[in-house]
């Protein structure tokens, strides 16, 4: 457990023992929040407009005329779920400034696994003349963590460009099926919206029927048929399991398009593959490679000056991936994909799409643009979370208006007050914005409305368990904990788990803990149950807690919160057998009323009819 003695205080940097003068570095990070947040997000925005060679990092990723890759990088994008390092990148901006108010000369370094945490650390002290006095782990400690990460490390050490090739051959064995759909006739028309979504969360019931409900958009697209639309979908194709294989996918959207009552066209963007397109994009990624060599020089400006912190250690495998191995080859294939299905569409004067930040949607909008389509709403579809850097950016990123500046879409659509503020905060400019309904949070209302019923049976009540996303520890580590308790929740719970599309959760993998599985809509299931409890890392819970309904957040030791109620009063966050016993006996079990201040909430939609008529007004 990696841990430094500042003058008489012990610093961890995962997990923090319970001893006098000790401290966590994430609880640092998290009391600090903005402040660490803003340098971070300014780091990010100066790596990309540093010069090499007389031209700006942004100018020497231009892989097409006016859009630069590096919009698309892991750097850019800022995803804690896609770089797990940057927490750590966090810690040593909070390392930093404990440092400097200390004003000490020395420091004790303890069980330092991590070889990028210790070289970045001994960057620092370099920097602030501090001594540093290295205390090693022991010889048992090694030889375990040596056979633990000897996997990893095999992986690790293969060159990135053997990496990207086996991902494009990976890739199209499992996605050339995918052009087995014929090519769609899109609806083209001034009374046309576009979608671009994600092939998951389908409405079973309906996918039975041969028809199309997506849990994603609920009923904002029968709002725009009502109101005389018809849609076009693009959909990213994602493998879940409801749709195991790519044939299932081929064969649900053949049975979408030829619905008798069909006012939607349905088909995914990866059935624009072709050699044609996976040539181009092998050309753009063996070009970025030989830029990532050009780039060598880098590496000098991931020094931040300002706070003596270099983030190269922690950073440099996000640089690579993004421009030699799977994230770069990606990438690449993405700008392929978007531009040959925009080129071959027909003018479309509305786009929506769910906006999250991801790399993909930078190429997407530039694609948009570049093909003369109309106005793009970038639609902001749930709760936007603190440390979810991907919505967040330095001022200068926002506000810039240079040819390689961040693409933009022509509005964002924003779903409450909480996000519109936090957004407003983050510098960015307010009439950005437009005010509509939170589809996806409508049928809490339903929820509320039974959760005065309490399902005990046998002295035992419900407990719903809602597991995260990838990567897995936060779940893994939850269950873990539940299962070391095992006695205790089944004398006390009947036990139902509700895991992460990303990540599937199976009772092969916790003998001792005794529980169903489900994979109903959260809506449907939600007011059956007493208690719930929910990985900091996912945003399910948000539900049950608008819906009034006890809550108990688990956040490992060392993890930051990344829990939409981050700061919400009275809700246990737990990280152990003791406080989640302590949290299960002592959470109030009288279920409080909806709360309603996350979200603008009417399921007459009339914010979402407001902005329909402002977006087509010009």
């Not at 003369?372 to 950016?393: E, M, P, Q, T």
Request: glycine share 4%; net charge positive.
């Amino acid at each position: 457990m990696t841990r430094i003695k500042i003058s008489n205080n012990m610093w961890y940097w995962g997990g923090v023992n319970d001893c006098d003068n000790c401290y966590s570095l994430s609880q640092y990070v998290e009391s600090n929040g903005h402040s660490i947040r803003k340098k971070y997000l300014a780091f990010i925005h100066e790596i990309g407009q540093k010069s090499i060679g007389g031209s700006r990092i942004v100018e020497h990723l231009e892989i097409t005329k006016g859009f630069s890759f590096w919009w698309m990088t892991l750097l850019a994008e800022k995803s804690l779920l896609k770089s797990p390092a940057i927490q750590d990148c966090l810690k040593l901006y909070a390392l930093a400034e404990i440092l400097e108010k200390e004003a000490t000369s020395a420091i004790d370094l303890y069980d330092v696994s991590n070889k990028q945490i210790k070289e970045s650390i001994l960057i620092i002290c370099k920097n602030l003349s501090i001594e540093v006095n290295i205390h090693s782990q022991q010889d048992n400690d090694k030889k375990v963590f040596f056979i633990s990460k000897f996997g990893n490390w095999l992986f690790q050490k293969t060159p990135h460009i053997i990496k990207g090739t086996a991902w494009i051959v990976r890739y199209v064995f499992r996605h050339w099926q995918l052009r087995n759909i014929s090519k769609v006739s899109w609806f083209s028309s001034d009374k046309t919206v576009f979608f671009f979504s994600y092939f998951i969360n389908l409405d079973s019931k309906y996918v039975s029927k041969g028809k199309f409900y997506s849990h994603q958009w609920e009923s904002l697209p029968d709002l725009f048929h009502k109101l005389g639309y018809r849609s076009n979908w693009m959909h990213h194709f994602l493998l879940c399991k409801q749709i195991p294989d790519a044939r299932i996918g081929v064969d649900l959207i053949k049975r979408f398009n030829t619905d008798s009552g069909r006012s939607s066209l349905h088909s995914f963007l990866d059935s624009y593959v072709s050699i044609r397109v996976v040539a181009r994009a092998t050309v753009t990624w063996l070009r970025l490679i030989m830029v990532s060599i050009w780039l060598h020089k880098i590496k000098s400006f991931f020094l931040d000056k300002k706070s003596v912190v270099s983030l190269w250690p922690l950073l440099k495998d996000d640089w690579y991936k993004s421009t030699r191995g799977v994230v770069a080859f990606q990438n690449a294939l993405w700008v392929e994909l978007l531009n040959q299905a925009l080129s071959e569409m027909p003018k479309q004067n509305i786009g929506l799409y769910l906006s999250e930040g991801q790399g993909w949607e930078r190429a997407f909008i530039y694609s948009w643009r570049k093909h003369n389509h109309g106005k793009l709403i970038a639609v902001v579809h749930s709760a936007v979370r603190f440390w979810d850097l991907r919505y967040f950016n330095d001022s200068r990123t926002i506000l810039e208006e240079d040819y390689l500046a961040m693409p933009k879409p022509y509005k964002i659509a924003v779903n409450g007050p909480v996000a519109q503020q936090t957004l407003i905060k983050a510098n960015y400019p307010a009439d950005n914005f437009i005010k509509v309904e939170a589809v996806r949070y409508l049928n809490f209302e339903n929820i509320s409305k039974l959760n005065n019923i309490k399902h005990s049976a046998n002295n035992r009540y419900r407990l719903l368990v809602l597991g995260g996303g990838i990567p897995s520890n936060s779940t893994q580590e939850m269950m873990n904990v539940l299962e070391s308790e095992s006695k205790f929740i089944l004398e006390n719970f009947s036990v139902v788990v509700k895991a992460h599309p990303d990540y599937l959760i199976t009772q092969d993998n916790y003998y001792n803990l005794k529980f169903e599985l489900t994979t109903d809509p959260l809506y449907e299931i939600l007011y059956k149950f007493d208690i719930v409890i929910g990985s900091h890392q996912s945003a399910a819970h948000l539900d049950a807690y608008l819906a009034g309904f006890p809550v108990i957040i688990y956040l490992p030791d060392g993890d930051l919160n990344l829990s939409p109620l981050r700061g919400a009063h009275k809700i246990p966050i737990v990280n152990n057998r003791k406080t989640l016993i302590d949290a299960l006996r002592s959470i109030h079990n009288e279920r409080e009323g909806p709360k309603d201040c996350f979200f603008w909430l009417d399921k007459n939609l009339i914010k979402w009819r407001k902005a329909i008529k402002q977006i087509t007004k010009n």
